[in-house]
Every structure is written in structure tokens, then in C-alpha cells.
């Protein structure tokens, strides 16, 4: 009878707290995403140009230490970390789950379409990204970020679906605009 009385608050406790671990590890990523594009605003408002694109692995960034740029007043971030959302296992590509500054046309995901009206708005921007999601938090983190849950270039944030071998090895991108560093070509 014990036993019965524990199996059934097992079952009942359990999907909570995994819910809520989840919940917890979307608040973090979403609250790293924004961090991050905050220190780089800090730092474009400080220098008048965008941070260079670079990983967000160390404490060795420009977001951290002085690169020799005139104005420049930070560290802008106080750490640095992986995001808690990625998959336990993503084939190919660098450093998953780790932040990235990209900018300037660099990959496919620097280009935005704000309005959402088949024209991109952006193509030349300042980004931060990460890789490595699987597809629901991706589209969670989209939603949460920008308002909608869309996936491809609508809106200002990226879900770009990563190629992969296999449908177990399959994951997301998401990219954050931050700014924009080209020409226009739409209705903004």
C-alpha cells in the first residue's frame, strides 16, 4: 500500500518537475540571448562600431576585455556560458550551444525580414546566435524573443533548421538581431 501511495506521487510529481526544469533552462537561454545583445549595444553606444564576430567562450572577447578600440568602457558582459537547452548530442559544426556575435552577411542568418512580407529588410546585420537546439525549444525561444514562433527569417529572430544525416541528428539555430551594419532593401 506504501509503495502504491509513492509510485502514485511519483507520477504525478515528476512531469512537474521536469516542466519546470525546462522552463527554467528557457528562461536562462532567453535571459543570456538578451544579455548579450544589451552588451553589445553598450559597446556600439561606447565605440560607435559593432563588436567582431566572434565565439563567447572565454573571457577573452571584446565584450569582456579591451581590444584597443577607442571609447571603449566595459567589460559589457560579467560571464560567459553554454546554453542549458542544447542537444546531448549535435554532430558537426563548432561549439554548440555556445553564444555567437555574427555579423555582416557572414552566414545566412544575418538577413531579416521584420514585417514579415516576403521582403527581407535586413540582409547585412549583427546578430547573436546559438546552435544546437532541438525543434521545440527553438520555436519556444523565437516565440518568447520575437513575439510569434515562426520559423526561417520572419520577424527579428532567425530559426534556422541545421542540415544533418539523420533525423536524430537534426538541430536548430536561432539568431537574435542586435543591430543592423548594411542596406536596407524593404518596407523598413
Not at 515528476?14 to 522552463?23: D, H, M, V
Not at 571609447?71 to 553564444?99: C, H, I, M
Request: proline share 5%; net charge negative.
Amino acid at each position: 500500500m506504501v509503495i502504491a501511495i509513492i509510485a502514485i506521487l511519483a507520477a504525478i510529481i515528476a512531469p512537474n518537475a521536469f516542466r519546470a526544469i525546462k522552463k527554467a533552462q528557457i528562461s536562462k537561454t532567453v535571459a543570456d540571448f538578451k544579455a548579450i545583445k544589451s552588451a553589445a549595444l553598450s559597446y556600439f553606444a561606447d565605440t560607435g562600431q559593432w563588436v567582431t564576430s566572434h565565439y563567447i567562450t572565454d573571457g577573452n572577447g571584446p565584450l569582456f576585455k579591451d581590444p584597443g578600440v577607442s571609447e571603449w568602457n566595459g567589460p559589457y558582459l560579467e560571464t560567459y556560458r553554454k546554453s542549458p537547452l542544447v542537444q546531448p548530442r549535435v554532430a558537426g559544426g563548432s561549439l554548440p550551444g555556445w553564444y555567437f556575435i555574427l555579423r555582416d552577411n557572414q552566414m545566412y542568418d544575418s538577413t531579416f525580414d521584420l514585417d514579415r512580407d516576403g521582403i527581407y529588410d535586413i540582409n547585412d546585420s549583427i546578430s547573436v546566435c546559438c546552435f544546437g537546439f532541438p525543434a521545440k525549444d527553438a520555436y519556444r525561444l523565437d516565440e518568447i524573443l520575437d513575439g510569434k514562433g515562426e520559423w526561417g527569417y520572419l520577424g527579428s529572430v532567425n530559426v534556422i533548421r541545421i542540415w544533418s544525416t539523420s533525423p536524430e541528428d537534426t538541430y536548430y539555430l536561432v539568431s537574435l538581431l542586435i543591430g543592423q551594419t548594411g542596406v536596407s532593401r524593404g518596407s523598413r
